[in-house]
């Protein structure tokens, strides 16, 4: 049902309150949720569920997702979606390997696989805008041709690599590292988290990307280059792939082409669940980070209590679901002011 | 009031949470009456409207239906009673044929072997020709939806609405998008539903139409039923008065321009659809008008100058550039536009206001290349003050203003980039008379200041009101411009028609 307040409101004080606090209250939802599954397992799952050393797993396990739904945050907002992120992880894990075992160094090697996941990035938004597709079709074919390249580069093998610092950015922190908090892979997550934030707000793409997610048409009657804001919104897409494939390959320390098979599909979940609107427009970046916890802990947290995959899988589903239907309630409150 | 009512609504009051959207309307209509529903936009005719359809429950008041208590919850609750509603934006399936459509929720099927979930498309094709035949139109039933007119896709809704037996029938702004010729054929139907003793609410902002068509007029304004009476036994400015308020006196303030050089030159301009010829000059201080039905090419001739539509042949000259150009350049060529599609193309309607308002021009909000939000709300503040805009805050999203509102700011959007030629397509469509006056001030104060306007509209007594010269669009091909003092009503709508 469609209920909207048609006329205008005076400007009360009262009103303008409740909306703050509830725009608060919409803004903490992501989080309310988080800390709900979070103190659920914390009393049914094993007390090791609560241990500082699984806390420190759940936040490197988040890594690889939460930063390619960095990325996938900018392009939901902006209208879009981004099926080839998994298959790009995956050739980038290769790419790695491949440089490694070429001789390059280790910083050549990241570099290179961080610059394939640019290209693959690049080649979306050029493909998109170009040929004026809509880009679920785009993607889903590069989802393939991607995912074919990384088979190709492999031939269809995992690639030995030889280890190096590029291994530790996920690995749990030796003793005397303690001073770094977590490993250097979560740091580059909060670090590009920030960044993305703040590009979001405080620069002109950041404006054009939620008016191209709101209403593509009006944003081109405004004189907005939509074709270069899409190509630069996939190609950081890609970028973020990179990195994630590159935190990937630290976990894994091998090239794997058949790795991060639907990788994708959490990454979209977690931006669905912290609020992003797959109709374009809305989303945020501390809601995207909330929903890749939240998936992360609930994966955590029937680990420990020893439950099947299928088990995961099922609740996962859940609360993808729940949280879409929250959202949609929320919203249709909003509207009714 | 000792007629007999088909349906009555005594002291219906509606909010949303804090807001009160209707306080106290009272409202009737007898059989074989056409009752005309006017306000402003904002008044609460939509929200009446939704109680009416089963949309909106109100929270106080009672309705009765032929005598007996009304109160639907849903819109198909309020079908199955015999309320139509036709909005102003159809909302039919367009990938349909017409059949399927008139059909659509209440499909017609056979039984087979005890189920009957087999529809029975030869009895629905009858019953389909049947009801626009009564209506006394022919359309191909396996026409698909989206390839007709929009005058055509009222009928079909309307027959939609009479094939399920409903007698009483809401009409939003039906006229807001049809030509002339349309209207008098919707007219004439009208007037045939009405001998059939139909009953029928008459929801739009065209007064020579209300008084046309109605047999009687109800005025609403903040909600409120404010007055309302027999059409003939009032005059319009009262029905004015009544629906703001106050006393309108000048609608259309022109002062004297004074016209300085050529801004923007058009040479034998082609499009790719409908446009097939035009040519003028707009000078600095000058506000032209272009006059055409739906369908002519008006709103081509606009798109083409802009670069939102591509051009075959001719040339657009914009002071000292020339060819065609995107979007982008035309702003940075300092010439602006206004769409007629507020909702599709003008606005983003789910982002804010202040957003909405910079979209065009971010660049006036950032302090050494970083987007300042707070100069941004800023900015926007002015404006919604300069031309009161009625929100809580320029943070709202703008989708939740009225239409009056909203397109104060897509004017404001030029007004803030500051662009010397101002394309307005359709400015007052569907907007309060209020807002209207407020827009006619703006364009007036604007060539005034030595800007160029070119405003498309399919509201005659405006574009004389405003505008310095009018062009006519007709079938494609734009007339030589003539001074206003050359032209009437009746001489500017037969060269339209012509």
Request: hydrophobic letters at 45%.
């Amino acid at each position: 049902m469609h209920r909207r307040v048609v006329g205008t409101l005076s400007d009360d004080g009262s009103n303008r309150m409740n909306k703050q606090i509830k725009d608060w209250i919409n803004k903490l939802m992501p989080l309310a949720a988080l800390i709900l599954v979070y103190l659920t397992f914390a009393i049914i799952a094993p007390p090791s569920f609560i241990s500082l050393k699984n806390l420190e797993l759940i936040v490197r396990q988040t890594t690889i997702v939460g930063i390619a739904s960095l990325g996938m945050t900018l392009v939901i907002i902006g209208g879009g979606i981004d099926l080839s992120v998994g298959s790009i992880v995956a050739l980038v894990t290769v790419a790695i390997a491949w440089l490694l075992m070429a001789g390059c160094s280790p910083l050549v090697a990241a570099f290179g696989g961080v610059l394939t996941g640019l290209l693959c990035g690049f080649i979306n938004g050029a493909l998109i805008t170009r040929l004026k597709l809509v880009p679920f079709i785009i993607t889903l074919g590069t989802l393939l041709v991607y995912r074919g390249c990384a088979k190709g580069l492999a031939h269809e093998q995992k690639i030995d690599a030889p280890l190096s610092w590029i291994n530790e950015l996920l690995a749990a922190l030796k003793p005397e590292q303690g001073w770094m908090l977590v490993p250097g892979g979560v740091w580059l997550l909060v670090l590009l988290a920030i960044c993305v934030a703040l590009v979001l707000r405080y620069t002109r793409f950041g404006l054009y990307t939620f008016s191209i997610g709101s209403n593509e048409q009006a944003s081109r009657l405004c004189g907005v280059p939509i074709e270069k804001v899409k190509l630069l919104i996939y190609s950081i897409s890609g970028l973020f792939a990179g990195f994630a494939g590159l935190m990937q390959f630290s976990r894994l320390t091998v090239g794997d082409p058949t790795v991060a098979s639907g990788l994708e599909l959490d990454v979209i979940a977690a931006v669905v669940i912290g609020g992003g609107s797959l109709a374009g427009g809305e989303g945020s970046v501390l809601g995207t980070i909330l929903g890749a916890l939240i998936m992360t802990v609930i994966r955590s947290g029937c680990t420990q209590m020893g439950l099947s995959n299928w088990v995961q899988e099922i609740v996962t589903g859940i609360i993808i679901v729940v949280a879409v239907v929250l959202d949609r309630m929320r919203h249709s409150q909003k509207t009714q002011g | 009031m000792n007629e007999k009512k088909r349906l009555q609504l005594d002291n219906i009051k509606v909010r949303f949470g804090g807001t009160v959207a209707l306080d106290g309307v009272e409202f009737s209509v007898a059989p074989g009456e056409i009752v005309a529903l006017i306000g402003e936009n904002g008044a609460g005719k939509s929200t009446l409207m939704k109680v009416l359809s089963g949309a909106v429950i109100p929270n106080e008041g009672s309705m009765t239906l032929d005598g007996k208590p009304f109160s639907p919850r849903n819109p198909e609750e309020a079908r199955h009673r015999g309320i139509a509603m036709i909005y102003q934006e159809l909302s039919l399936p367009a990938t349909l044929t017409v059949q399927d459509n008139i059909f659509l929720g209440m499909e017609l099927s056979k039984s087979c072997f005890g189920s009957n979930w087999i529809l029975d498309r030869a009895k629905m094709h009858s019953a389909a020709e049947t009801a626009l035949k009564e209506l006394g139109h022919e359309i191909p039933l396996n026409t698909l939806v989206r390839d007709l007119s929009i005058s055509d896709q009222q009928l079909v809704e309307i027959a939609r609405a009479r094939a399920v037996g409903c007698e009483v029938l809401i009409l939003d702004e039906p006229t807001s998008s049809i030509t002339r010729q349309d209207v008098q054929r919707l007219f004439t139907l009208m007037r045939n539903l009405k001998a059939q003793g139909h009953s029928i609410i008459y929801i739009s902002h065209f007064l020579e139409e209300v008084e046309e068509i109605a047999d009687r007029f109800v005025v609403l304004r903040d909600g409120k039923t404010v007055g309302g009476g027999k059409i003939g036994e009032t005059t319009r400015d009262e029905i004015v008065a009544l629906m703001v308020g106050r006393q309108l006196t000048d609608l259309y303030p022109k002062s004297k321009h004074q016209f300085g050089e050529t801004l923007l030159e058009l040479t034998s301009l082609v499009g790719e659809a409908r446009l097939r010829s035009a040519s003028f000059q707009l000078r600095r201080g000058e506000v032209l008008g272009i006059f055409g039905l739906v369908g002519s090419g008006r709103t081509d001739l606009i798109r083409s100058i802009f670069g939102l539509d591509s051009i075959k042949s001719g040339e657009v000259k914009i002071g000292t550039y020339s060819g065609y150009a995107t979007p982008t350049r035309r702003w940075s060529q300092g010439i602006g536009m206004v769409s007629e599609d507020r909702k599709g193309e003008g606005l983003a309607t789910t982002r804010t206001i202040a957003e909405n308002l910079v979209l065009s021009y971010p660049q006036s909000c950032e302090t050494s290349g970083v987007f300042s939000p707070s100069k941004m709300l800023a900015t926007a503040n002015t404006w919604v003050e300069k031309l009161s805009v009625k929100c809580r805050t320029s943070e709202q999203n703008i989708g939740e203003l009225s239409g009056g509102n909203q397109q104060k700011i897509a004017l404001a959007r030029l007004l803030h980039h500051g662009v010397d030629v101002l394309l307005l397509d359709e400015p007052t469509r569907g907007i309060d008379v209020g807002s209207k006056k407020q827009i006619y001030e703006q364009i007036d104060n604007l060539a005034c200041s030595g800007k160029a306007v070119l405003m498309v509209s399919s509201y005659l007594p405006e574009l004389l009101g405003t505008c310095d010269r009018i062009a006519v669009m007709n079938r494609g091909k734009l007339s030589e411009p003539k001074c206003i003092e050359e032209l009437s009503e009746h001489s500017v709508m037969m060269e339209a028609i012509a």
